[in-house]
């Protein structure tokens, strides 16, 4: 009857107290924060490590190495033969000339300055439409590399290879960082409900005195906890997410060139679940650890 009749005015009372520990609120997200960070960076390299894997095994390109000698006539009649295959898209022929100029950027450097244009072979680059399969690529790169012209092909299947390994080990490193996140969740707002639960201590006697439940003394404590694991995980998104804009902010130019596509950042749905995520761990860590102590 009593937490009924006082239904409104008890919670509004549990509350205040909260107001005056904002200090301890901003120690304990701070912390959640940096937990949550080491978690959305390991995300962050596993979804642009997978969209760098998923536009490679979805790009179809193949680079043809020429013999040298090769004459000019063998070369355009192979370049009209590929243009004619089903699934090609485009055939570049790159000499040696233009291969040392798109390979040696910097004159600066002697070791490769110095070396002649017959020191690059010659190519091939082939594009090809997206719905090639893997097996039609793997075709037309055997049938090549039984030509007289054809040095070897390269298909970068070995790149998307190493890109699937690294993107297994970043899933397990994000699957372990979980695990040290939930634990230092548990900790730190451990630590803050007994912290915050001692300096109420005549408050929760007064509640339990006129009649309220344990359960209603626990739910502002509770609702502190999803608010601290929110918070830390949303204040750790937007310290990631500016680090991130101006490092590509700077450096976009050169990784799209090196990978191929921009870097993106989380999707959304990935940055609302670590939100929640962070809310949920809270708010369980906080009742866990409140029916721990022996006064609620």
């Known amino acids: 009857m009593a937490s009924e009749r ?3 005015r008890v919670p509004m009372k549990a509350w205040r107290p909260g107001r005056g520990d904002m200090r301890v609120h901003v120690q304990s ?3 959640l924060a940096v937990a949550f960070v080491c978690l ?3 995300l962050l390299v596993v979804t642009n490590l997978s969209a760098v894997r998923d536009r490679w095994s979805r790009a179809g390109r193949a680079t043809v190495y020429l013999r040298d000698g090769v004459a000019d006539p063998e070369v355009s009649e192979l370049v009209r033969a590929l243009e004619r295959t089903p699934g090609v898209k485009r055939v570049r022929h790159v000499t040696s000339v233009e291969a040392r100029r798109e390979i040696v950027v910097d004159e600066s450097d002697a070791a490769l ?3 002649p244009p017959s020191a690059f072979p010659a190519s091939l680059e082939l594009g090809f439409t997206d719905d090639i399969g893997e097996t039609d690529l ?3 790169a055997l049938k090549l590399r039984a030509l007289p012209a054809v040095e070897t092909v390269e298909t970068y299947q070995r790149w998307t290879e190493r890109l699937s390994s690294l993107l297994g080990g970043g899933v397990s490193a994000s699957a372990a960082l979980a695990v ?6 548990f900790s730190v707002i451990s630590s803050t409900m007994r912290l915050l639960l001692s300096r109420r201590r005549t408050e929760v006697e007064v509640l339990k005195l006129v009649g309220a439940t344990n359960e209603f003394v626990r739910r502002p404590f509770v609702i502190e906890g999803a608010m601290q694991g929110a918070a830390g995980a949303a204040a750790a998104i937007a310290l990631l997410g ?4 101006l490092v590509r902010g700077r450096f976009d130019h050169e990784l799209a060139n090196l990978l191929g596509l921009s870097p993106s950042f989380l999707p959304w749905t990935v940055s609302l679940g670590l939100v929640l995520l962070g809310g949920a761990l809270g708010a369980t860590t906080a009742l866990v650890s409140l029916r721990r102590m022996a006064a609620i």
């Open 113 to 115: 300055a110095s070396l």
């Open 40 to 42: 959305a960076a390991s």
């Open 242 to 245: 500016g680090l991130f804009f």
């Open 6 to 8: 006082y239904g409104v």
């Open 29 to 31: 997200i701070f912390s």
């Open 180 to 185: 040290v996140v939930m634990c230092a969740v």
């Open 138 to 140: 793997q075709s037309i």
